[in-house]
């Protein structure tokens, strides 16, 4: 193989890791945000809708002004969701509540 083969092929390969690199950044916060989503039915209280829980979670995550303040929205329910093995109605409540979002997970 020549010089200027294997140098396209370099090129080749550089340019696929960069464009696997770029979607995963762009996707990891579609990646967090279904963990959380999950996390959150998992450790509901028992009867909970799960439906309900979804619809609730894209509220408080709409209220967000921009993909990073969503994105440290989702860490910060995270970091709870990792302390607690089963979540009360009035903690998922007050979890779900873009009021009390920042004052209840700190």
């Known amino acids: ?28 916060s579609y990646l967090v945000e279904y963990v959380v989503e999950r ?7 028992a009867g909970t809708d799960p439906a309900e829980i979804q619809e609730k979670l894209q509220e408080l995550l709409a209220a967000a002004p921009d993909r990073p303040a969503r994105l440290e929205m989702l860490f910060r329910i995270s970091g709870y969701l990792e ?8 903690a998922l409540k ?3 509540e873009a009021e009390s979002t920042d004052v209840f997970i700190r």
Do not use: C, D
């Open 1 to 28: 193989m020549t010089i200027r083969k294997r140098s396209a092929v370099m090129g080749f390969i550089v340019a696929l890791l960069l464009i696997l690199y770029g979607a995963a950044k762009y996707n990891s």
């Open 83 to 90: 302390k607690v093995q089963e979540l009360s109605p009035q």
């Open 39 to 45: 996390t959150l039915i998992q450790k509901a209280p």
């Open 94 to 96: 007050e979890l779900l």
